[in-house]
């Protein structure tokens, strides 16, 4: 059996194991595992230094989550954008394609808990559905396959969908949203990567929230995706306690780009039950864009983004940096706060005969223009 699969077997996936594990009393995790199911695999177990620690948070399951559950089970309506199970078809060219129901290990804060973990809601059968539902729609032209995460199916049901997506003529690129090389980068295998890269353009979408979650392991695998050409993007979820700080922000950033990982999203924590305790405020998020844009690579600035609830889809937010627009100027402050005005085209424009004049300035006497 294949290494990663072996871990997986050994993975935590009830009250039990975790108290023993973690050492806590099991009156602090009772009733837990009925909320939301439970699975932390070995590797990702290792990286949890104490209690409470921000890979803790993201996978042991706390009281709190017992608290909120009147919140939504699909806070981004995807039902009503789901024509078939496998797919959620929101956006004009590009669609959603769940294809497995397993993780490497659960996140609390899950966005799709009504479905995660559950094969009768994400099911290989449902899968010719989706492949055949997207090549009856020319207007896709880039599919998200998804889950669950993709990257837990085995190679060759990797493979078999790759390759039915690949035979369709409108789409053109291919994108895989997968928290493995976080949560399991043993996944990874040479293997695995000789498969994907068959596929090209092929995008992978990584999701690390915490600069600790960077081990020379996942590194590894990252590097090993980047080598067969595929660019990878990551998408954070702004969690309390975990990295609702700039300079954790900042770390987390410029560490996947040392992994040759663009970061992509920063996603505000969706409203799903038992996750209100994760919830930040949305100017935390302009306070940690406006920490990175200028005083950091600008590769290593995710857009921030509001996944609106009612299925709104992604909504960008920017901290203000135009104090005023008027036909004559614009009045802008650079992320130092420092005040700029930019003359609008067409307002007070200099004369043309002043040409002559900006010639004498650069100290070009006409005749140096001349041809002879
Ligand atoms: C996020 C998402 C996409 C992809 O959005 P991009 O901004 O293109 O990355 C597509 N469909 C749905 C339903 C989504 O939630």
Partial sequence: MEKWRKLMQKSLTTVDQISKALDLPKEELAGLDKVFRIKVNPYYLSLIKKKGDPIYKQVIPDQAELKDCDLESDPLSEEKDSPVPSIVHRYPDRCLFLVSPDCASYCRFCTRKRKV???KKINLKFIQQGIKYIADHPEIRDVIISGGDPLMLSDKQIENILSSLRKIPHIQILRIGSRVPCFLPQRVTTKLVRVLKKYHPLYINVHFNHPDELTPEAVKALGRLADAGIPLGNQTVLLKGVNDNPEVMKRLMQKLLQARVRPYYIYQADMVFGTEHFRTRVEKGLEIIKALRGWTSGLAVPHFVIDAPG???KIPLLPEYVKSITDEEVVMRNYAGKEFHY????????????????????????SDLTFN
């Fill in 117 to 119: 973990g559950n094969p």
């Fill in 311 to 313: 299925g709104g889809g």
């Fill in 343 to 366: 003359r609008q085209a067409g307002s007070q424009s200099k004369p043309q005969s002043c040409v002559r004049e900006i010639l004498a300035e650069m100290l070009i006497g006409e």
